[in-house]
């Protein structure tokens, strides 16, 4: 359970690590819950405002306060110059807000460890920005090139928080806590695989540079005995020089991992099934080889699967819609039968509800909802028709399915895929919700609406 009263005692001791190797850096960490985020910072600001920059501060914060996060990270920093001796010096003082959400801290069993962790995550932009500004970056020569100065980018934003990682396992590890980093690395390894709510294992590619990171704690711990430098400058820049050996495209790829690790993992498929996929049917270099280190980190050592039907995002769009499409032509033909047969229509209206739960559960293969219903109306209509043609049903069935193209359902999948990660219980009422917001989902709506 959170407890108020420790985090701010652990984030306080915090603010006083970084205050007394930077003494003109101050950290102020606000803990917060999901749609909490504005009434946390609330109670925060007459503590901002007692730092000279904290207006500065504020300004800055309050205009993304509109912006939905899911995650821990350095809101603002911002600088205060003071002017002493008639103007001839300039002292300046910086102030760094983190907001650590609370989700986070109980990725963790340990809270004191989550909290610790997560607030050294959100402090290393704080930090980042801080260094840069005062020179230090340069007299170390921690030059950024120009793709790298582009904050907004995406593979650039994935770096960075790479690097954050990486600060906050060294960091973790430094402090105390013997095998922190293996410890963090396999938690991270396990939320790739794992359906884990509001934690984001595409923002953490921490797991892929394990060998580095262990690489460079070594050389940290044999270089901190000099004293030339404090603990969080030098895992300041051992982190940086990790996050800078990553390429664009790596960083993209591990994202694109994690987000089919997660279709499948909220699909309820297992860690073997999971990596199988991504190991044994991906045609992505990068993509086999972070299964591999997650494997790894997690001592597991995946098989092939034999089953090739079940929902694999991992393969070539081709071989899954033409199971997809296979899949649900069966299904449709075997319910045919059985209707023609038995007179019974209303089992295409069953099997369109069976489908779209099993849709809501992560598993898209085969869903052709819209299509069974429209097959079940032209068996009506041939009921009553007086000069009934041949194959009506049929016809009716595949003029639907030829609509329903594979990459939308699947874009269907992981939307809702992406509010279960958020905590939204799946159901047809809250689908209608989340695809009423995009008009290309307009006939699957319908569709829904009438299973409703």
């Not at 400058?233 to 051992?238: C, L, R």
């Amino acid at each position: 359970m959170h407890d108020p009263t420790t985090n701010d005692h652990i984030f306080n001791a915090l603010r006083r690590e970084f205050t007394e190797e930077f003494p003109n850096l101050t950290l102020i960490f606000i803990p917060y819950t999901r749609g909490g985020r504005a009434e946390a910072f609330a109670k925060r600001e007459k503590e901002i405002m007692n730092h000279p920059a904290g207006e500065k501060v504020i300004s800055i914060i309050k205009k993304d306060l509109h912006n939905y996060r899911a995650e821990s990270y350095c809101g603002a920093v911002a600088e205060h110059v003071e002017r002493r001796f008639f103007g001839v010096y300039k002292v300046k003082t910086y102030l760094g807000v983190c907001f650590v959400n609370i989700a986070d801290i109980h990725l963790f069993d340990d809270i004191t460890f989550s909290s610790k962790c997560m607030a050294y995550y959100a402090a290393f932009e704080a930090l980042d920005i801080y260094l840069e500004n005062t020179g230090f970056n340069q007299e170390h020569h921690l030059q950024k090139s120009e793709q790298q100065q582009d904050k907004s980018s995406a593979p650039q934003k994935i770096r960075m928080q790479l690097m954050s990682d990486c600060f906050s396992a060294i960091m973790m590890e430094s402090i105390g806590g013997k095998g922190a980093i293996k410890k963090i690395v396999k938690k991270y390894s396990e939320s790739c695989i794992s359906n884990t709510i509001y934690f984001r294992p595409e923002n953490h590619p921490l797991p892929m540079s394990f060998d580095a990171i262990s690489l460079v704690y070594k050389d940290l711990k044999d270089a901190s005995t000099s004293g030339r430098m404090g603990l969080i400058a030098q895992s300041y820049i051992m982190s940086r020089e990790i996050g800078e050996t990553y390429d664009d495209l790596s960083m993209l790829q591990w994202q694109q991992f994690c987000r089919n690790a997660q279709d499948m993992a909220w699909a309820d498929y297992n860690t073997n099934e999971i990596l199988s996929a991504a190991i044994y049917t991906s045609d992505n270099a990068y993509i086999r080889s972070n299964a591999q280190i997650c494997a790894e980190n997690l001592n597991l050592t995946p098989v092939p699967l034999k089953d090739t039907s079940y929902y694999n995002p991992f393969a070539q769009q081709d071989n899954i819609a033409r199971i997809h499409e296979r899949l649900a032509r069966a299904a449709f033909a075997k319910l045919l039968e059985v209707v023609r047969e038995n007179g019974t229509p209303e089992l295409f209206i069953e099997a369109a509800n069976k489908q779209t739960k099993a849709l809501f559960k992560g598993r898209p293969l085969g869903w052709c909802a819209p299509a069974l219903i429209e097959a079940e109306n032209a068996y009506r209509l041939r009921v009553e028709a007086v000069n009934p043609q041949d194959n009506d049903i049929e016809n009716a069935f595949e003029a639907a399915f030829s609509k329903l193209h594979w990459l939308d359902i699947q874009r269907i999948n992981r939307r809702l895929i992406t509010a279960q990660r958020n905590d939204i219980s799946i159901n047809t009422v809250t689908a209608l919700n989340i695809l009423s917001k995009d008009e290309s989902f307009a006939a699957i709506q319908t569709s829904l609406e009438l299973m409703s």
